[in-house]
């Protein structure tokens, strides 16, 4: 069984660079099954990350992914797409500088500076590489002991290191900064969904995995809610 951490690797993997290899033996049949039943865990569960399920957990039925997502998304969920169709996807619309990018940094959809340091020139506007969220994300991963990888450097926040940093957090056992992390980070993802739907190209298997992550992110705080209601 896929634990919460290798799910979010993988949904890392979607969304930053993989070598050809990899990409083949995380999208086999048998492995993208496994990833698929983690997302459905995730998805309806309801447990905290890090939480193992008992026997009778495990036993339950799980319903169909058609409850959490469209009958759409899951047929693109399932048939992931082929290394050099993901290459090319990457390169018409995760590059940056071009007019149809849609490269998946949180400073491109969020207020550049923070609410108590707004810089006079800039303001607090949208769509420039290294605001808040890139300065939190360099400093959490330095507090670490980790070190942004050099693909990054103009922009630590992307969705990638995001998500691989939510998996590190929960093989350190981390699950409470995991689930924290994930209640603040990923609010964003609302309005680089909105730009994915209006690329003039075929982005539902993308569009679909924003939705997964918006999904557990949602059943996460729901979680911490009720714990803190308990």
Known sequence: MMDDAAVFSV??????SVEKDEWK??????????FMDGVRRLLQDDTRFGKQATPIERMHVRAPMQ???????????FCPPLFDEKQGFAA?????????????????????????????????QKGLYLGASARYMRALIEQLGLEVPAEYADCPDHLA???????VLLRSGMDAEARQFVAERFDWLTDYRLKLLKLD???????????VILGICAEQRAESESDQTA
């Open 11 to 16: 949904l890392s993997k979607c969304f930053g």
């Open 201 to 211: 190209d075929d982005a539902r298997f993308y569009i679909s995995l924003v939705d």
């Open 161 to 167: 290191l995001e998500l691989d940093l939510v998996a």
């Open 67 to 77: 409850e959490f997502l469209s009958a759409n998304e899951v047929d693109e969920l």
């Open 92 to 124: 018409r619309h995760f590059t940056g500088g071009l007019p149809q990018s849609a490269i998946p940094v949180e400073s491109l959809y969020t207020d550049w500076n923070t609410p108590d340091n707004v810089n006079p020139l800039i303001g607090k």
């Open 25 to 34: 033996q995380m999208t086999r049949s048998a492995a993208w099954a496994e």
